[in-house]
């Protein structure tokens, strides 16, 4: 595999993690608010966390694999993935933790 292909790979890897991090935030904070979403997911995948889980993957796999048939990108714009995966985590984490810190204090104290 030549080095561009793999800043592609990489480039590819990353945006799809991104992405996964906010389908898995979407689903989490989806099943707290609509309990149908979360009966559907415990019906579907037999518990919640194991189908946010599978369809996290499904993303990532379906997206890094369609984002590495790309042309070849180069070193920055790999780097600039991986900085957004970055920033994608943190916002994520933070944005789980300030969703339930919320409803452990003011909906449900």
């Known amino acids: 595999m030549t ?8 480039w590819a890897a990353a ?6 991090i906010v389908v898995v935030v979407a ?3 989806g099943g707290e608010l609509l309990p149908p979403l979360k ?11 194991i189908g946010k889980g599978v369809l996290a993957a499904a ?7 369609i984002g590495s ?13 991986v900085r957004l ?4 985590l943190a916002l994520g984490s933070l944005s789980l933790v300030l969703f339930f810190a919320y409803e452990a204090f003011f909906v449900h104290p």
Do not use: Q
């Open 27 to 29: 689903l989490t904070v």
């Open 39 to 49: 009966a559907w997911l415990k019906a579907t995948f037999s518990h919640h966390w």
């Open 15 to 20: 945006l799809a993690a991104a992405i996964a």
């Open 3 to 10: 080095a561009s292909k793999k800043f592609t790979v990489v």
């Open 59 to 65: 993303v990532f796999l379906v997206l890094t694999f």
């Open 85 to 88: 995966l970055a920033w994608t």
């Open 69 to 81: 048939l790309r042309s070849a990108v180069g070193e920055d714009r790999a780097a600039a993935g």
